[in-house]
């Protein structure tokens, strides 16, 4: 509807928002999520979150279970609030990560483009853990720190381990292997595509919601 209000409760990062409808904005809600699935670079993530919220990033980050960001991003006429769930990959985090993801909208696969290790976990953990717990939620995967690929000095180490950033071909390849909506990349530290990667993110958010109604009013009423 023109001028309505839309709120995605929670989108959280991990390496994921909630299933229910979307409501005008100011009316109650219960906790929705749109989650930001993150591999093993945490960094690079909460600086995505951070950067989209506040307009900048964190020189630091310091572990925990989830951290919590709230944002607000325009579609249409729409206005969506995003409530970001940005958690842990730690091993140590592995048992209680799972507990963020209840009523989740959709998910963000997240990777470091200059850490092939962080690439491959998308694969071998993230895409395993994303369908266990949250199946059939739509799936976004993001390759990070885009700037890092003409970094000399960051060139330089990757290369002495034989070893070569991650190219954007890779990362559709990987996106159509897990079955992901969309592939995008990054650049939190200059915001380069930040917002539209979180635009992106509500909008098809939304579009699952509105099919997931369609679908309900279409099955039939059975008694047995």
């Not at 630091?60 to 951290?67: D, I, T, W």
Request: charged share 25%; proline share 5%; net charge negative.
């Amino acid at each position: 509807e023109p001028g309505e209000g839309v709120e995605l409760g929670s989108l959280a990062t991990t390496g994921m928002a909630n299933a229910n409808c979307p409501t005008e904005q100011g009316s109650p809600a219960e906790e929705r999520r749109l989650h930001d699935f993150k591999p093993t670079d945490i960094e690079e993530k909460a600086a995505l979150c951070t950067s989209l919220e506040r307009g900048s990033t964190e020189e630091q980050y310091a572990p925990s279970v989830f951290e919590k960001y709230t944002t607000n991003v325009t579609l249409g006429k729409k206005e969506v609030v995003l409530h970001l769930y940005d958690t842990a990959g730690q091993e140590d985090y592995d048992r209680l990560r799972p507990l963020s993801y209840q009523n989740t909208h959709v998910v963000l696969i997240c990777y470091d483009v200059m850490n092939p290790f962080s690439f491959d976990n998308v694969l071998i953990k993230w895409i395993q853990e994303v369908n266990h717990f949250c199946r059939g939620i739509p799936i976004l995967l993001v390759g990070c720190k885009t700037d890092l690929r003409k970094d000399k000095e960051h060139l330089k180490k990757l290369r002495s381990a034989q070893q070569e950033p991650i190219t954007y071909k890779q990362g559709e390849e990987a996106c159509c292997q897990i079955g992901a909506s969309v592939y995008l990349e990054c650049s939190a530290k200059f915001r380069e595509n930040v917002e539209p990667i979180f635009s992106e993110a509500a909008s098809i958010a939304l579009n699952a919601i509105k099919k997931a109604k369609r679908q309900n009013k279409s099955r039939p009423c059975v008694l047995l």
